[in-house]
């Protein structure tokens, strides 16, 4: 395995989705940020995510809530317009959904341990009905592809875009230390129409008919 460096896009093959080692080795380097670049890193992709081209006006948006060393988005959150609604993912039986959440909101661990917020099941949003999602990773390429923690929530939860146009529009955030080379692609990959870091923007190239 050529790179996990921190900082330098990992080279040679397409990243292999069996390559569990490399995917550990990508959440390690990931939880090996240091503070000060964690803290910049949020404002930085805060501006990125805000100004991407396709920022919904109204409706509900989702990001999540970071775990693991993944890039903080509560700077996003903070600015976000009014108009909008932030919600954070919420695992309901094999499905992927959404659910309003402010600061003070009630939340619940849910079985990876992760904060989710506490709500009954008829009040969770489907991802049809998302305007935008932010989409966690573990590593990316520069055609915008996404390795995530490999149960398939996202790829699952939104597998209809295969097939279909934004919205919801899909963007993976990252540091940029989590770029590969390439990442080899599985028929079930739903790839990202942008991914953002606190260095990049990465625009998914519209397919020219
Ligand atoms: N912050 C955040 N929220 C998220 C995700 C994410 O990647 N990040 N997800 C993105 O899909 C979903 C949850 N998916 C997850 C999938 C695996 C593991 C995980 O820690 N797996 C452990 C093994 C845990 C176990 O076996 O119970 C591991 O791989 O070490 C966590 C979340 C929804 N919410
Ligand atoms: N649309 C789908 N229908 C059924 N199974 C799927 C679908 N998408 C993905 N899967 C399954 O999910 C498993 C994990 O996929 P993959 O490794 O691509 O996940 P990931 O993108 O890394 O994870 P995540 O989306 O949870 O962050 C695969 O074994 C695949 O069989």
Same mark, same amino acid.
């Given at each position: 395995m050529g790179g996990a460096r921190r900082g330098t896009a990992v080279g040679g093959?397409?990243? %292999?989705?069996?390559a569990r080692a490399l995917r550990q080795a990508l959440r390690q380097q990931r939880r090996d940020t240091p503070a000060s670049e964690r803290i910049a890193a949020a404002e930085a992709i805060a501006q990125r995510l805000l100004a991407l081209?396709?920022?919904?006006?109204?409706g509900h948006v989702a990001g999540y809530w970071s775990m693991d060393g993944e890039i903080s988005l509560h700077a996003w959150q903070l600015r976000l317009p009014s108009s909008l609604i932030y919600c954070l993912p919420v695992l309901h039986g094999d499905r992927l959904r959404f659910a309003p959440w402010r600061p003070g909101g009630a939340l619940v661990s849910n079985r990876y341990g992760i904060p989710e917020p506490d709500?009954? %099941?008829?009040?969770l949003i489907d991802g049809?009905?998302?305007a935008l999602v932010i989409a966690p990773l573990v590593a990316f390429d520069a055609g915008c592809r996404r390795l995530g923690m490999g149960a398939g929530w996202y790829d699952r939860g939104f597998a209809f875009r295969r097939d279909r146009a934004a919205p919801p529009w899909l963007v993976g955030a990252a540091?940029? %230390?989590?770029?590969?080379?390439a990442i080899a692609a599985e028929p079930w990959d739903v790839p990202m129409d942008a991914v953002c870091t606190e260095r990049d923007t990465f625009l998914a190239t519209p397919d020219v008919e």
């Open positions: 093959d397409p990243v %292999s989705r069996d081209p396709f920022t919904p006006e109204h709500v009954s %099941s008829a009040d049809n009905d998302m540091f940029a %230390s989590q770029q590969v080379e």
